[in-house]
Nanobody
Framework: QVQLVESGGGLVQPGGSLRLSCAAS????????MSWYRQAPGKERELVAV????????NYADSVKGRFTISRDNAKNTVYLQMNSLKPEDTAVYYC?????????WGQGTQVTVSS
């Protein structure tokens, strides 16, 4: 059974940091590109960051470049999103995604709220 379980969300003040984790099971994690998406209330889900299967290439949305870092540990079947210098506009539900060819899996999401 495929599972993607996000953790690490919460309430943080502007300028603060959070580290999201996504633990994967039920598929060959190292063969999948991993991504983080987010969805704010009333908005469409958007891609935040992506990392290739062995971590050689990463890409980021312009809105988070220089502030967020995606990484993965294939030995632990886990992908991370380090979020620094958080802004109120980063408030959203953050979702972990795994994709390889036509196979795509989603986590249940974790809420990140940036507010003073």
């Amino acid at each position: 059974q495929v599972q993607l379980v996000e953790s690490g969300g919460g309430l943080v003040q502007p300028g603060g940091s959070l580290r999201l984790s996504c633990a994967a099971s039920g598929f060959t994690f190292s063969s999948y590109a991993m991504s983080w998406y987010r969805q704010a209330p009333g908005k469409e889900r958007e891609l935040v960051a992506v990392i290739t299967s062995y971590g050689g290439i990463t890409n980021y949305a312009d809105s988070v470049k220089g502030r967020f870092t995606i990484s993965r540990d294939n030995a632990k079947n886990t992908v991370y999103l380090q979020m620094n210098s958080l802004k109120p506009e980063d408030t959203a539900v953050y979702y972990c995604n795994a994709q390889r060819w036509a196979s795509k899996y989603w986590g249940q999401g974790t809420q990140v709220t940036v507010s003073s």
